[in-house]
C-alpha cells in the first residue's frame, strides 16, 4: 500500500479508534456509568422527540385534510394551519383518553361497591365454613391450641424493626416521591421540547441536513437522507396500522359480546382497544379487567368470555394483525411475529413498539442490497425463483 497522505490518514484514524476502544474496554465500569449519565441528561429531549414523532402522525393529516385547500387571500389561516393543527391533534388525544376513562373508571367503581355490598355476605360464608371445618375435624383445634407464642417477644421484634428500618422506608418514600416529581418534569420538558420540534420541523430538518452535507461525504450523506426518510415513512405507517388494528380488535370484541349478550361490552371493548395498541400481547391487560369485572355479575359468563377472548385473540393475532400492521410497513407475517417476540424478550412493551417498524427497515434495506447484489453478479431469475 502507498503510503500517501490519504492511506497516512486512515492508518492513524484506525490507530486512534483501536486505542480509544481499547481504554473503553479497560474501563467499561466508568464508560457505562458515564452513558447512563448522559442518556438521564438528555432523556428530556429523547422522550420529546418520541411525542414529537408520535403527534406528527395525525398533525401532518390534519393539516393535510382540513388546511390544504385554503385559498391564498386567507393569510391568517395560512399562516396559523400549523398551531392550529397541533392544537386540534392534542385535543383529539387528550378527548380520546378522558371518553376512555370515562367508560372505564366509572364501571370499575360501581363494581368496587358492589364487591363491598356482598362482602358481608362473602364472610358469613367463609365463617360458616371455619366452624363447619373445625367441628369435622377437632383435632386441628387442640394442634392450635398447643401452639405458643411469646407474644412479647413478638412485640419487641416489631419494634425492633420499625426502629431499624424506619430510616430506609423514609428514605424509599422521599425517592420515590422524587422519581415521581422527576418523571412529571421530564415529561413536561419532553412535550415542550415536541411542541417546539413539530412548530418548527421544516426548519429542523433543513438544519440537519446542511449539518450532513457540511461534515459527511455527499454520497453518504444522500445514504443517510435516504435511510431516515425510509425510517420516518415506516415508523409512520406502523402507527396508522397499530391504531387501525387496535380498532378492528375492538369492534370484534364489541360485535361478539353483544351478540352472547355479556355485560359491559361497549366499556371492555373500548378497553381492549385501548391496550391492544401494545402489539399482540397488550388486549390481555383488557382481558383480565374484563374477566374480573363480568366475574362480580356472573361467574360462568366470565369463563366464557375467557375462551371467546382466547378465540377472538388467535384470529386476531395469526390473520389481522400480521395483515394489518405487517402489510402496512411492507414486512411479511412471519417477521413481524419474530421481531416482536425478539423486542418484547429483550426490551418490554417498547421493544415490541420499535422492533417492528426497525425490522421492516433492515428487511428493506437488505432486500435492496441483495438485489442489487443480484445484478452486479448477472445471476438469472430463474435460479432463485
Known sequence: MELNKSNIKKILGIITFAILLFVAIQNIDRVGRTLAYLIRLIFPF?????????????????????????????????????????????????????????????????????????????QQRIEAKYYE???????????????????????????????????SMLQSTFGIASSILGGFINFFLGFLFAIYILLQKEKLGRQSKKLLYAYLP?????RV????????????????????EAVILGGMFFIAMSIF???????????IAFTALIPLFGAFIGCIVGAFLIL?????????????????????GNLVYPHVVGGSIGLPSIWVLVAVSIGG?????????????????????????VNKRLQEKKVKPNKYE
Not at 455527499?218 to 444522500?222: K, L
Not at 424478550?345 to 421493544?351: H, I
Request: net charge positive.
Open 133 to 167: 371445618l373445625i367441628l369435622t375435624y377437632p383435632a386441628i383445634v387442640d394442634y392450635v391450641n398447643e401452639i405458643e407464642v411469646d407474644w412479647g417477644k413478638l412485640g419487641e421484634s416489631i419494634i425492633d424493626f420499625i426502629r431499624n428500618s424506619g430510616g
Open 345 to 369: 424478550s429483550t426490551m418490554g412493551v417498547a421493544g415490541m413498539l420499535i422492533f417492528i417498524p426497525m425490522s421492516s427497515v433492515l428487511y428493506t434495506l437488505l432486500r435492496e442490497a
Open 296 to 316: 362480580i355479575v356472573n361467574p360462568l359468563q366470565a369463563l366464557w368470555f375467557i375462551i371467546m377472548f382466547l378465540i377472538i385473540q388467535q384470529l386476531e
Open 218 to 222: 455527499e454520497a453518504v450523506a444522500d
Open 261 to 271: 349478550r355479556f355485560p359491559y361490552a361497549l366499556m371492555i371493548s373500548v378497553l
Open 46 to 122: 429523547l422522550l420529546g422527540g418520541g411525542i414529537a414523532f408520535v403527534l406528527n402522525v395525525p398533525m401532518k393529516s390534519i393539516e393535510e385534510k382540513w388546511f390544504s385547500k385554503l385559498k391564498p387571500k386567507r393569510k391568517t389561516l395560512i399562516k396559523f394551519k400549523r398551531p392550529l393543527s397541533l392544537l386540534l391533534t392534542i385535543v383529539i388525544i387528550i378527548g380520546i383518553i378522558f371518553m376512555v376513562m370515562f367508560l372505564i373508571v366509572p364501571e370499575i367503581g360501581r363494581t368496587i361497591e358492589v364487591i363491598s355490598d356482598r362482602f358481608p355476605a362473602f
Open 225 to 244: 437522507i435516504a435511510i431516515s426518510s425510509l425510517s420516518h415513512v415506516t415508523f409512520s405507517k406502523f402507527l396508522s396500522g397499530q391504531c387501525l
